[in-house]
């Protein structure tokens, strides 16, 4: 059967879609001998499909990974990075990080810490990061100053950021120190640097965040220590699940030898 020649990559678990097809326009990806453009198709079964100058085959694909990681500070979240600054394959070990096709799921600001999901499943990469699906991601937010319940309660409204209005958020006080304020803040959709921006906007600057969860995926499940930052596990059955259901995808089993690890 006939795929576009970046789905398959992304099925296979080379790249994501997006990363595969940043791939073929690079003219990194042949087809039967030919450079690729982008919008071609190929059936995996007859034609044969270079990256890098090497053969791929269904039969390369590697087992699904789906892992969290507690990002630390300073860390980027990209595959490899041009101004040589480490990078969330950095934290995993060569048997996971090379010729496996992980890469992060969405990105997290290096001056920001916690929750970012692995996987070498392009297709549910490419679902999860598609602008309809919201799954809701939780923040702990210090931020300058002591906003009051006013400057909240527009925040858990939506404000206008470059002329388009945020959707609504759960925003919650938690904490405030002599100068500072801890917030809970809970979003459904992921635009750049979505919470500094608004948090300037409204005159409280972040001071730090940090990602606690994605969906029911936490850093500390209920009953469990908090996964510590640069350390990362694989996800359990019912979260996978809870991905793939929520962008429609069929749920596959995460392989039972990954373990936890770390640097």
């Known amino acids: 059967m006939e795929e576009r020649v970046q789905k398959v990559l992304s099925q296979w678990g080379i790249a994501s879609r997006r990363e595969a097809e940043k791939m073929i326009l690079a003219g990194r990806v042949r087809l039967n001998h030919t450079v690729a453009h982008l919008g071609q198709k190929a059936n995996p079964e007859i034609d044969l499909i270079e990256v890098d100058g090497k053969p791929v085959a269904p039969s390369d694909r590697p087992q699904p990974l789906y892992l969290l990681l507690n ?3 300073g860390i980027v ?4 990075d041009s101004a040589h600054r480490a990078t969330v394959l950095d934290l995993l070990p060569p048997t996971l990080s090379r010729g496996q096709g992980i890469h992060p799921v969405g990105r997290l600001d290096a001056d920001s810490t ?3 999901l692995l996987t070498n499943d392009g297709a549910l990469t490419f679902h999860l990061t598609h602008p309809r699906h919201h799954v809701p991601k939780t923040y702990y937010v210090w931020v300058q100053g002591h906003p009051p319940e006013s400057v909240l309660k527009l925040w858990r409204e939506g404000v206008d950021l470059s002329g388009k209005k945020t959707l609504p958020a759960q925003v919650r006080l938690l904490k405030r120190g002599r100068e500072e304020t801890l917030l809970e803040i809970v979003l459904t959709e992921g635009r750049n640097r979505q919470i500094r921006r608004v948090a300037e906007l409204l005159s409280y ?3 730090h965040l940090h990602r606690t ?3 029911p995926i936490q850093l ?3 009953g469990e220590s908090v996964l510590p930052s640069g350390h990362y596990r694989p996800l359990k059955e019912f979260e ?5 259901n929520r962008v429609h995808l069929t749920s596959v089993n995460v392989p039972a030898d990954i373990k936890e690890y770390s640097l």
């Open 71 to 73: 990002k630390p500070l």
């Open 77 to 80: 979240s990209t595959c490899r």
């Open 114 to 116: 916690g929750a970012l």
């Open 205 to 207: 600057p972040v001071i």
């Open 213 to 215: 969860a994605i969906g």
């Open 220 to 222: 500390q499940p209920k």
């Open 240 to 244: 996978i699940r809870f991905l793939h």
